[in-house]
């Protein structure tokens, strides 16, 4: 069965781990674009939403970590703005450049420190 973009965007996912997991058994693009003006993945999707879990089965399913959503704003540029510290330490582990910019320069520590999440940033300047 082929899927449509629209049928693998992030919102397809529901954030729930068992649909991920079926969508993706059956044939499903971890690391679709939506078709709209984020022009965001799946994994990107599940993170706005703190769907840890799922974004732990998209990173399974080998989505790539260093995607880049419209504004230039990566997978974990989200967990660092919401200061969501599984995520970013899972991201780490999965590869993610935590020193990626943003087109206006900004980097994931420069997201969690704008936001006030002194632990997240505290990862983010952790030894690599």
Do not use: W, Y
């Not at 969508?23 to 690391?31: N, R, S, T, Y």
Request: aromatic content about 2%; hydrophobic content about 45%.
């Amino acid at each position: 069965m082929r899927m449509s973009r629209s049928t693998t965007s992030g919102r397809a996912f529901g954030n729930n781990v068992a649909v991920a997991k079926i969508l993706l058994d059956a044939g499903a693009d971890v690391d679709a674009v939506a078709q709209n003006r984020f022009a965001n993945t799946p994994l990107q999707v599940a993170l706005l939403n703190r769907g840890n879990e799922v974004a732990r089965v998209l990173i399974a399913a080998a989505a790539d970590v260093n995607v880049r959503m419209a504004e230039g704003f990566g997978a974990l540029h989200e967990a660092a703005i919401s200061g969501n510290d599984e995520a970013v330490r899972m991201l780490l582990a999965a590869g993610a450049d935590r020193d990626a910019a943003s087109p206006g320069g900004r980097t994931p520590l420069d997201e969690a420190l704008k936001n006030k999440h002194e632990s997240t940033a505290n990862l983010l300047r952790a030894p690599r």
